[in-house]
């Protein structure tokens, strides 16, 4: 019906009363063409998006602020105020400053883990299907209006409230606003009255339900904060964001960190009070330690690290929803796989065509409708090859379209190689569609394995046509269609059927059978069909799947194949991708069912094929891994997928053919429904995980060495090494730049050689704590003795402080290309990280103004050093890498054995 130019006003809910013609007139829309991009903006401007709660953003401000609720740090800003009463001026000053650059270092990680996580709350967003002008538009779905077509298929999670203009056996899943799990069968008619409970108003959609069965069309009627979900939602205060268990993990190692602080404080002020040092002075100092010693930056680090590798997943084609399933990735044991479209092109082409006059061969490839229809028959009878396809593009919903020059289908694969197949015969679905209208349909499901459908003869009769697999539709059979008629089916007849169905998977075929009844009635699809022949069509491997997989076993990582195909199609396709090559055993569905619990366990450890199984088969088969002590991933793209994509540890959807609810319980969606894809996000998460292990053991070994140094010095009666400005510069200098360059370090070369890393284990491993107090006490020696040397040796007090100043930077500037892998030497790509580089440089030239500007000079009490005494700290400093090198090195050995 055509639409109104004008804007509608705001309407009552009572839409349901209304039919459809009243409704899309009040909405001024189109039941067929949907809006035109100008309505749209109209509607968009007056009122908003689609959107109903948005995690609390913080501002700005809130962030700067928030830098100051560390209590150390406000200990210390007390210092500097009283450094100021007590004529310290320049002191004062000085920390001041080191303390701002501290803030607003934190400042920056916190913005930028901000911005990453908006980053990631956009890449996430769910999506819609719309009709406007005419054309289907998948489009976000907050940028939906009122006026809308909104598109429904299975699967559909809807995004907005509306009105039912098409009903193909759809049916929703109204729970979250009813409370009843049964699913609600929609009608198009009107329902009488004006004020009707929700679960009664059979004839609307409601925004956060989900599309059970079937498909539909309806006129979105509310958006947002209007929606009956909008209204719920009114109810909640805000959306919390969700910490990491990484990060959880790391915060608790900041408040251990904290106390020890808060004990070496104690500890420095009482010995120094005991020696009779001035106790502001002492108090001011232990401060400075206090706060270089606690990396308070760690869980903005955390998070712009996750966020960051979020983000390159996203450029791999794999959008992640939360951000603790990074951490879990690099866990990863076993994945568990869909076949179609994920290990295979999802490019269905049809190769073969039996029915009772024997074997068609069908050429061409993709979805070209170009190639030949050949037989080892001299003259093969084209009646019943033609019969066939017509039923197949009956009971499909797939299109073949041409972009261009580019030829393309909109539904499912395997449909659009049967339509696709009927065009190279000139059989066109809108011709065969418009000639013989479908008038009812029963969608596919993976429990059911066929689908359905009721379509007008020439006659005014109606025919049912039915599509799945062999072991379901055959024994639904009691007719063959030959050329002089049908005949009966015995059982040599199925016999023969079930080997030429055997043999089509033997190539590695999916078989598609087809059958037909006069009957106007979709509950005859289980009985009493007429069997017209069977289709195969050939799914090829994606050529990178089998280095992929490759890959995967090097890492550890088992791959097991999961589909609904017949058993030998899967091994075909499990064998040439080496999935199988220590595991030659294949299970069923029909095998899992017979099994109990313990001996699925059993059974699972000797294959790497499932064929013929169920979404529930999938649950089991996630259930008995994980009891296993498997880390599982596993792929889903169907509503009944999503029980196993919540129970698995990484849960992977489709983003090109899953459903939204699948979408929703996953943590992670292919954009390319690419297996290779996965073990790149493997890799990537592997990534992640060492490069906030880098940073942590770094820091930590870092301020170990600072607290090590100054405990030794004050326990053996010698002057502090480092005056409180000082070490708070070195903390900034080591905290910094480097630390955070090490942060998106590049992936170690044996990372994906190495086992997964254990769930259980902590980011400290033994060797890992031992190489950073290993470094942390090598750089109080070195520190330590080059400090009493240049005593021993006369020199004055501030010229030994600023010898050890310019030591301790530059150690733990050479501790930054160390710790870059805890079991690898130093040389390993030495200059891949070209962000370690210039943070590196960066120091090295504040450091040379510290040294030989006279104002900074005087502030932080340094004096150039000469050649002799450059040559000696160079010779400390670089001491450090022999030692933590051969330590290592006897740690690899030590792997070896």
């Avoid at 409704?23 to 908003?48: C, H, I, N, Q, Y």
């Avoid at 007429?530 to 090097?554: N, Y």
């Avoid at 890393?757 to 003795?785: E, P």
């Avoid at 050093?865 to 670089?878: D, G, S, Y």
Wanted: charged content about 20%; glycine content about 6%.
């Amino acid at each position: 019906m055509p639409h109104n130019s004008h804007t509608p006003p705001l309407m009552t809910k009572t839409w349901f009363s209304q039919s459809v013609s009243d409704v899309t007139s009040r909405l001024g829309t189109d039941d067929t063409e949907g809006l035109s991009m100008k309505e749209v903006w109209e509607r968009r401007a007056r009122d908003g998006k689609n959107i109903f709660l948005a995690p609390e953003k913080r501002s700005v401000l809130s962030l700067f602020l928030a830098q100051f609720k560390n209590a150390l740090l406000l200990l210390l800003l007390g210092g500097v105020i009283v450094s100021f009463l007590l004529g310290h001026t320049t002191e004062g000053v000085t920390i001041g400053v080191i303390v701002a650059f501290s803030v607003l270092l934190g400042f920056m990680q916190e913005f930028r883990a901000e911005k990453s996580m908006e980053m990631l709350t956009k890449l996430t967003s769910p999506r819609a299907t719309v009709i406007r002008d005419g054309q289907e538009q998948d489009i976000d779905a907050s940028d939906i209006v009122v006026g809308d077509l909104l598109v429904l298929d299975t699967g559909s999670k809807i995004a907005a409230d509306g009105r039912v203009v098409e009903s193909i056996s759809l049916h929703t899943n109204e729970a979250p606003l009813t409370g009843e799990s049964i699913p609600v069968s929609k009608i198009t008619d009107s329902i009488a009255g004006h004020s009707v409970n929700i679960a009664d108003q059979r004839n609307m959609v409601f925004a956060g339900t989900v599309v059970t069965h079937g498909r539909g069309i309806a006129i979105v009627t509310e958006t947002g904060l209007k929606t009956e979900f909008g209204a719920i939602a009114v109810l909640l205060k805000k959306v919390e964001r969700a910490v990491t268990p990484l990060q959880k993990s790391l915060a608790q190692l900041g408040t251990l960190l904290a106390w020890s602080a808060l004990g070496i404080i104690l500890l420095i002020t009482i010995i120094g009070v005991v020696r009779g040092e001035p106790l502001f002075d002492v108090l001011l100092f232990a401060l400075a330690l206090a706060v270089a010693a606690v990396p308070e930056a760690l869980p903005a680090v955390v998070t712009i690290s996750l966020a960051l590798g979020v983000q390159r997943l996203a450029r791999s084609h794999v959008l992640v929803r939360q951000l603790p399933s990074v951490e879990t990735l690099g866990s990863t044991t076993i994945i568990c796989t869909d076949k179609t479209g994920t290990l295979t092109k999802d490019e269905m082409t049809v190769r073969q065509i039996w029915t009772h006059m024997g074997t068609v061969h069908v050429s061409g490839s993709g979805y070209i409708p170009e190639g030949e229809f050949s037989s080892s028959q001299d003259d093969p009878s084209m009646s019943l090859l033609q019969e066939l396809l017509v039923a197949g593009v009956l009971a499909s919903n797939a299109r073949l379209l041409k972009e261009e020059t580019e030829w393309d289908i909109t539904g499912d694969p395997t449909e659009g190689a049967l339509v696709v197949a009927a065009a190279k015969m000139g059989l066109l679905k809108e011709e065969l569609d418009e000639r013989f209208p479908r008038t009812a349909e029963e969608p596919f499901s993976s429990e059911r394995k066929r689908m359905a459908v009721l379509h007008a003869k020439a006659d005014g009769s109606s025919r049912l046509l039915v599509k799945g697999a062999l072991e379901v539709i055959l024994p639904a059979c009691i007719h063959l269609r030959t050329e002089e008629g049908m005949v009966a089916l015995d059982d040599q007849l199925r016999a023969q059927i079930a080997q030429e169905a055997e043999a089509m998977a033997q190539e590695a075929l999916r078989v598609i059978v087809l059958a037909e009844r006069d009957s106007n009635n979709l509950q005859d699809e289980s009985s009493n069909l007429t069997f017209l022949g069977m289709v195969g069509m050939l799914d090829p491997p994606r050529p990178e799947v089998k280095d992929a997989v490759r890959h995967a076993k090097r890492a550890g990582i088992r791959v097991i194949m999961i589909t609904g195909d017949h058993p030998v199609t899967a091994q075909a396709i499990a064998q040439e991708l080496h999935l199988d090559d220590q595991r030659t055993g294949i299970l069923t569905g029909k095998d899992l069912q017979a099994m109990d619990e313990k001996a699925l366990e059993e059974a699972l450890k000797h294959t790497s094929v499932i064929a013929r199984v169920s979404p529930e088969h999938k649950l089991r088969i996630i259930t008995a891994l994980q009891a296993e002590g498997q880390v599982v991933a596993m792929t889903g793209d169907g509503v009944n997928d999503a029980p196993a994509l919540k129970k698995a540890d990484i849960g992977i959807a489709m983003g090109r053919t899953g459903t939204d609810v699948s979408r929703e319980a996953a943590a992670m969606t292919l954009t390319d429904d690419n297996f290779a894809s996965i073990v790149s996000a493997i890799s990537e998460g592997r990534a992640i995980f060492a490069n906030i292990r880098k940073y942590l053991l770094y820091l930590l070994s870092s301020n170990a060495g600072e607290i090590l140094l100054i405990t030794a010095a004050t326990i053996l009666g010698l002057p502090l090494p480092v005056t409180a400005v000082q070490i708070l510069f070195v903390n900034l200098a080591t905290d910094g730049l480097p630390a955070l360059a090490l942060a998106v370090d590049t992936a170690e070369s044996d990372l994906m050689k190495r086992a997964p890393r254990k769930s259980s284990r902590t980011i400290l491993t033994r060797s890992s704590v031992s190489l950073l107090l290993f470094g942390g006490v090598w750089s109080m020696i070195a520190n330590l003795s080059l400090f009493a040397w240049l005593l021993a040796s006369g020199a004055p007090l501030d010229e030994a402080r600023g010898m050890v100043f310019i030591l301790l930077i530059i150690i733990q500037l050479i501790n930054a290309y160390i710790f870059r892998s805890d079991h690898e030497p130093v040389t390993r790509g030495f200059l891949s990280n070209r962000w370690l580089h210039l943070a590196v440089l960066s120091q090295i030239l504040v450091l040379g103004f510290l040294l030989y500007v006279p104002l900074l000079q005087e502030i932080f009490h340094t004096v150039p050093p000469t050649q002799n005494e450059w040559l000696v700290i160079l010779l400390c400093a670089f001491s450090i890498v022999p030692v933590l090198e051969l330590l290592k090195w006897s740690q690899r050995e030590r792997g070896k054995q």
